[in-house]
Each structure stands twice: as C-alpha cells, then as structure tokens.
C-alpha cells in the first residue's frame, strides 16, 4: 500500500464516547437492575492496574503536594510530549534510508488490535527480521504555527488525543485525522522498534525499524522518549521487565 493511499485510512471508533458511564465496581448497585442491560462501563486506570496483565500493581503516582492527574490531563501532556518526542528519536543512516525506498522494501502486514498497553495497538501478521523497514509514520507536514492551532482546534472539537511528532525546529507530521496506522503504535520501556527521522529529497519522513526479531501476533512498540517530568508523571503499563514506571 502506498504512503499517500495509506494515510487516509480511518482508524476505528473509540468504544468509550461521551455517553460512556462511570465506573461501577462488581458488587455495586446498577440502575436497571441487571448489568447486562447497563451498557459499557468506563474503567479508571487505577482499577484497571489491579488486574491488567502488564499493569503495575500497587503503584501510585499522586502526592501528598497535588492529587493525582485525571486521565483527560495525562492525555493533554501526552499530547504536548508527543508533539516533542522526535527530538529524542534517532537520526537515520545511508543504510536506513536504503532499506526504506519503495522499490527494495515494502511495509510489512500488520494489523489492529485492543492493547493490554493502551487501548488499540499495531500487531504484526508476519515475522519481521531485526533492522527491517517496519511502517512510515505518514500525516500532514505543517509548521509550529499551524500545530499550535490545531491543538486548540482538536480540543475544542473534543477529540481525545492528536499524533503530532517533530521532525525538525519548525516541522512537524501531524496524523491526528489523516495519518496511517502507525499513529497506534504504543510506547514500551524495552520496545521492538526504533523510531527515525530520514531525509528523502530534501523532504523528512519518519521510519519505523525493527529493533530486533518481532513474531508473528507480537504488538508492534517503540520508545517515545519523552523528557523526564517530575511533577506529571504519565503511566506506564507496557510490562516489561525494566518498565520505568510513566512514559516521562
């Protein structure tokens, strides 16, 4: 599939909408009388971490100073970090870009899928050797000016989270409703992809290359490096065995 055919590809409904209702635990009383009959009920992080397979148990990331952030804050600041990340990310090589032209290489299968790390995630649906070319993070090249527009614009409509990634000191790709399915791709603390910044006549392009051997079923993750934050801390539920805890 093509960059430019695959970026307008939708991505699927968020099952949690605005009718979405509150939290009931298990044994609490429900409206109707019977659960089945209740709907979708939203639940918070911090119960979820309780039985989430790659969730941390027991952590907590309040303060005795503030109370800790709500979901809609921690989704504003991983707007904004994201928006920041590829200062972080790594700058590709001849080989790189060699292995990301069209004609020696192709995006590999993948597929979407709920995450046990966040929401939806990117899976493969074939094996993918070490250092080969993954996906391209495709969206809108736009400036500094329009991106700070944008968030205002995507706030006010309510749109839950925007994908902007930096590719320069005033670029930037922004995929929040024309991107590829590389948007989905959730963060880990021991990922399987890296994610670089290419030049390709004169034009940047973000890549996403296999880190190491990915199997076939295996969620597709990179590092999004954001800057550490003392005060904000974003959770992390990615499960590795050297999770840091929050994304920053």
């Known amino acids: 599939m093509k960059a430019q055919d695959a970026k307008r590809k939708p991505l699927p409904k968020n099952i949690v909408s605005a009718s979405t209702k509150d939290y009931a635990p298990d044994d609490g009383p429900h409206k109707t009388g019977c659960a089945r009959t209740e709907g979708y009920y ?5 119960e979820k971490r309780k039985y989430v397979a790659y969730g941390i148990p027991g ?4 303060t005795d100073k503030a109370p800790a952030p709500s979901s809609r804050a921690s989704r504003a600041k991983r707007r904004e970090l994201q928006s920041r990340m590829a200062e972080y990310q790594d700058v ?4 790189d870009i060699l292995l990301y032209n069209p004609l020696k290489a192709r995006e590999k299968e993948l597929t979407i899928a709920k995450s046990k790390i966040h929401h939806y995630g990117l899976f493969a649906l074939e094996r993918i050797k070490a250092n080969e070319f993954v996906i391209q993070y495709t969206g809108e090249l ?6 700070d527009l944008r968030e205002r614009k995507y706030k006010a409509e309510g749109i839950d989270g925007s994908y902007m990634f930096r590719v320069g000191d005033d670029t930037i790709i922004d995929a929040t409703k024309m991107g590829n ?3 989905l791709i959730n963060h880990s603390c021991d990922p399987n992809c890296n994610a670089k ?3 390709i006549k004169g034009k940047k ?3 996403i290359y296999a880190k190491r051997d990915i199997e076939f079923g295996e969620e597709i993750t990179y590092d999004y490096k954001f800057p550490i ?3 904000d801390k974003i959770p992390c539920h990615c499960g590795a065995s050297n999770c840091r805890g929050s994304l920053n």
Request: glycine share 0%.
């Open 197 to 199: 910044i290419l030049t």
């Open 142 to 147: 736009i400036r500094q000016a329009v991106a």
């Open 205 to 207: 392009k973000i890549a």
């Open 59 to 62: 952590t907590s990331y309040a």
């Open 92 to 95: 590709a090589t001849d080989a």
């Open 42 to 46: 939203k639940i918070p992080p911090e």
């Open 229 to 231: 934050d003392k005060h």
């Open 181 to 183: 399915n590389a948007r």
